[in-house]
């Protein structure tokens, strides 16, 4: 199984209590340790600009200059975003961010895409908040846009969203083939589609009924448009809350639940909750447990959020020793 570890940003509330000055430092020691160690193949980020589950004046870093800074500041983890909102940038410009981000990280960027849903950010940003038609008409005219421009450094579509005509991007990423393709989402009749048709990866809601379902359903796309099923690795996402022992699990709950109250103090309970009830919660044998039901299903690329990463690194570190040796064999 393969391992990528997200980086606290702020938009889960998770640099709540450091300074703003040492944010940066602390999310790129974060990286440092993934890029010095051998379990990370990757490192992600979000792409938000307002707090989640609500707004608030607390940090959310941007994902585009974070994917630069990580770029020039690591030399082996993979950089890469979960995901990328289509809307967000024109994606002729998406591309072109994205090859220059390549070029300066040796062949290192995964691109994460899909289809947006965060609406108050949208609205606030001037975006407006299309449809989800729409907002699927756009990754879709997106994708093609991208995956043209990294293939042959140039791009042209007169599209229903999207209008580029012979968009330059050169140079071309350094990766043959352009960069690697992760359309993010469940939606069954669209974006497994586009999965199907364009993606190498996919990312799938992560308890065991919902992966296998999703699972069955790309299939069928792949069959339909003659694609191999097996050449799209598929993931999933999951918040690890990892204790030596279950009272060290219910501590670790119990201080995400303190973190959450400094902002949101209505919410907190019901967000720890949340956490509780996770996938992968529990201790290192409980994990590796569940990480084999899930591989047997196909799941053979995790990719972990830690909530108290950015302040306490014992719960990465238990992952670390006990956790992914047992599933890298």
Known sequence: MRFGLFLPQGWRLDLVGIDPADQWSTMHGLAQHADDGDVWESVWVYDHFHT????????????????????????????????????????AYLAKVAATVD??????????????????????????????GDRLGMLDEGVQIMEQAWRTGYAT????????????????????????????????????????????????????????????????HCENLGRDFDSITRSANYNVVIGATQDEVDERIAWIEEQYART???????I??????????????????????LEELGM??????????????????LFEREVAPALRG
């Open 272 to 293: 720890a909750e949340e956490f509780r009830n996770g996938p992968l919660v529990g201790t290192p044998d409980q994990i590796v447990a569940k990480l084999r039901e």
């Open 52 to 91: 989640v589950p609500e707004p608030t004046e607390e940090a959310t870093h941007e994902a585009w200059t974070l994917m630069a800074a990580l770029a020039s500041s690591t030399s082996r983890v993979r950089l890469g975003q979960m995901c990328t909102c289509m809307g967000y940038r024109n994606p």
């Open 157 to 220: 579509l007169d599209g229903r969203y999207y209008q580029v005509d012979g968009a330059r991007v050169f140079p071309r990423p350094l990766q043959e083939g352009g960069i690697p393709m992760w359309i993010a989402g469940g939606g069954e009749k669209r974006t497994l589609k586009y999965v199907a048709r364009s993606g190498r990866y996919a990312n799938l809601g992560g308890d065991p009924e919902t992966f296998a379902h999703k699972s069955e359903v790309l299939r069928g």
């Open 300 to 317: 053979t690329y995790a990719i972990c959020y830690f909530s108290e990463a950015a302040h306490d690194r014992s719960g990465i570190e």
């Open 103 to 132: 070029l300066i990280s040796g062949g290192r960027v995964e691109m994460g895409i899909g289809a947006g849903w965060y609406e108050h950010e949208w609205n606030a940003y001037g975006y407006g908040f299309p449809a989800v």
């Open 264 to 270: 949101l103090p209505d919410k907190a309970p019901q």
